[in-house]
């Protein structure tokens, strides 16, 4: 385990492999443990970089705020105390949020951005996530955490079919505050990337599953329509989680995409393939 300290607290992150760095980026109510697999297949070529957002997993929890801006703030600091000068950021959900907004606001940072089932517009998130960012909502779910994290474990077949997934996430509720559970859902709720999205003008890629039901699926839409170097792959059958529904189809797919130098070529959009559960579809748009 390891960690920096930064002006507003401090991050845990995790570490594995070798080469030229990637940073990855958990979503809201998660933590770095929801990339052990991809990062399992991507350090035998990458430098995998996994962090906990300040108010999550294992990073500082004493804070005012935790905005989806003050994220971005920090995987600038992150960047910095490591000596990273530029890398790919890889998003799942507000992760990918923040990943785009990093790429808007510290361009010389970011080389490829992915986001993962990731709202570009907060209106996007499903209703229940919409009225956990309201205070007295958030209040009592936490004086209510039993029942919360009971209501999660039933709802997790819906929401991803990885049977780990209902212990992953009661392992990362039990380490998050109520402060950081309702500040960054408000936040994002509030978020729309669609305004800046033509300030991206590097490669990126959104990956979403057709059967999210905590984002709404065509998010990926808005980014094909903002982003002059932007693509798309969807999961047919996969909801929010494709990393742990799909991880080896994902794993290869983002591999791929990091180690392309090619340009983004124009396509016609594909209809989602009912075949199998390993079958993407391809969205690309030229810049």
């Known amino acids: 385990m390891s960690s920096i300290t930064t002006d507003q607290g401090i991050v845990h992150y995790e570490v594995y492999g070798r080469g030229k760095p990637v940073i990855l980026l958990h979503g809201w109510l998660g933590s770095w443990g929801l990339w052990q697999e991809t990062m399992a297949f991507l350090g035998r070529y990458y430098r995998t970089y996994a962090l906990d957002f300040w108010g999550f997993g294992e990073s500082g929890k004493k804070r005012d705020t935790y905005a989806v801006q003050d994220f971005v703030s920090l ?3 992150f960047m910095e105390q ?9 998003g799942h959900s507000m992760g990918g949020t923040v990943s785009l907004s990093v790429a808007i606001h510290y361009p010389q940072r970011v080389s490829k951005v992915v986001v993962v089932g ?49 212990d992953m996430m009661d392992r990362d509720l039990s380490r998050t505050t109520v ?41 990926w839409q808005p980014m094909m329509k903002g982003i002059p170097q932007a693509r798309v792959e969807r999961f047919p059958l996969a909801g929010h ?40 579809t391809s969205v690309t748009l030229a810049p």
């Open 179 to 219: 402060e950081s559970f309702l500040l960054s859902i408000a936040s994002l709720r509030r978020t729309d990337l669609r305004p800046m999205l033509d300030r991206v003008r590097i490669p990126a890629m959104g990956i979403y599953g057709d059967r999210d039901i905590i984002v709404h699926p065509k998010q």
């Open 118 to 166: 990731s709202p570009i517009v907060g209106s996007s998130l499903a209703f229940p996530l919409k009225l956990a960012g309201r205070r007295p909502i958030a209040f009592l779910l936490f004086n209510m955490m039993s029942v919360f994290r009971f209501g999660v474990r039933v709802a997790s077949p819906f929401i991803c079919r990885d049977e780990r997934f209902a």
């Open 82 to 90: 490591l000596g990273i000068a530029h890398a790919p950021l890889v």
């Open 75 to 77: 995987v600038d600091q």
């Open 241 to 280: 989680f494709p990393m742990l529904e799909e991880p080896q189809k994902f794993a290869e797919l983002l591999k791929a995409f990091l180690d392309s130098d090619e340009p983004v070529r124009s396509s016609a959009q594909s209809q989602p393939s009912p075949l199998n559960s390993a079958t993407t």
